[in-house]
């Protein structure tokens, strides 16, 4: 049985960081895409980032160059690193993935990952 669990999430100010964590069990972590995703409350759920299992990460715009998005293998775990942190980025975060593909294809729509986590609400004070 395939199980993420995503921690981490939590309130704080404008400026402030986070690390959210999200531990997988039940699948063989390096060999499947990860990605995370969030949820505003009233909005679609968006594409955050991903790394491939070749350990090619891909950000949307709106997080490249405050987010960071990494892995450790060993611990079947999946980090997102989130530096800057502006009101607009509150939503709930929810990691996901999918099997890694041989030619190292990568994908931003969500509806591509196979299995979810629960998630954890971020919120960004101003």
């Known amino acids: 049985q395939v199980q993420l669990v995503e921690s981490g999430g939590g309130l704080v100010q404008a400026g402030d960081s986070l690390r959210l964590s999200c531990e997988v069990s039940?699948?063989?972590?390096?060999?499947?895409?990860m990605g995370w995703f969030r949820q505003a409350p009233g909005k679609e759920r968006e594409f955050v980032a991903t790394?491939?299992?070749?350990?090619?990460?891909l950000y949307t715009d709106a997080v490249r160059g405050r987010f960071a998005i990494s892995r450790d293998i060993a611990k079947s775990t999946l980090y997102l690193q989130m530096n800057k942190l502006k009101p607009e980025d509150t939503a709930t975060y929810y990691c996901?993935?999918?099997?890694?593909?041989?030619?190292?294809?990568?994908?931003?729509?969500?509806?591509?990952?196979?299995?979810w986590g629960q998630g954890t609400e971020v919120t960004v004070s101003s």
């Open positions: 996901a993935g999918r099997p890694g593909q041989l030619d190292g294809y990568t994908t931003r729509s969500h509806d591509e990952f196979d299995f």
């Open positions: 039940g699948r063989t972590f390096g060999r499947d895409d």
């Open positions: 790394i491939t299992w070749l350990g090619r990460p």
